[in-house]
């Protein structure tokens, strides 16, 4: 389905599944693609954050369950002193990538070791670079992006095409 990401201010882009189909102006791509699907943004497109902390955060780091906030907080643990199990760390990775997502961060830098952990990111549809520098959105490209709003707040991030984070 052809989307089109209209924010505000600068280019909007047009998204064919997984890919960039085009950037430009919002007239011009609805008057090319009328029958896209169109989500309208606060802010501007960015191609998005790369966190250069992900094995740190994803791995070592424990993001406490809501059902877990009166024993252990909201916040994530960073020197956890508590056993964790795959289960306990595939769902610690599962909330760590969320909260990557809302700030709009669409690939992390460094090896993931630990296979939940790694399969979680994997399923995220965040990349894993090796360095901390994306490429420019290009026509061809993979639609991985995030609009962020006049203050620097997140509102959407997109990975694979697919709207996986979006404020409310």
């Given at each position: 389905m052809l989307t089109i990401h209209a924010p505000e201010a600068g280019d909007s882009v047009l998204v064919d599944g997984a890919v960039v189909a085009a950037l430009g102006p919002y007239e011009e791509l609805a008057a090319a693609y009328p029958a896209a699907r169109v989500r309208r943004w606060p802010g501007e497109v960015s191609p998005g954050l790369v966190d250069t902390s992900g094995p740190e955060l994803l791995e070592r780091a424990y993001h406490p369950d809501p059902r877990e906030a009166d024993a252990l907080g909201t916040e994530p643990i960073l020197s956890p002193s508590f056993p964790i199990d795959d289960v306990r760390r595939g769902g610690s990775a599962r909330r760590g990538v969320q909260r990557l997502l809302a700030r709009g961060v669409v690939a992390v830098v460094g090896e993931l070791r630990v296979r939940v952990v790694a399969e979680a990111v994997r399923?995220?549809?965040?990349?894993?670079?090796?360095?901390?520098?994306?490429?420019?959105?290009?026509?061809?490209?993979?639609?991985?992006?995030?609009?962020?709003?006049?203050?620097?707040?997140?509102?959407?991030?997109?990975?694979?095409?697919?709207?996986?984070?979006?404020?409310?």
């Open positions: 399923r995220s549809g965040l990349a894993v670079v090796p360095t901390p520098v994306l490429p420019p959105l290009t026509v061809g490209g993979p639609a991985r992006f995030a609009i962020f709003d006049t203050d620097g707040v997140c509102v959407a991030t997109v990975v694979g095409g697919r709207l996986v984070y979006r404020a409310r």
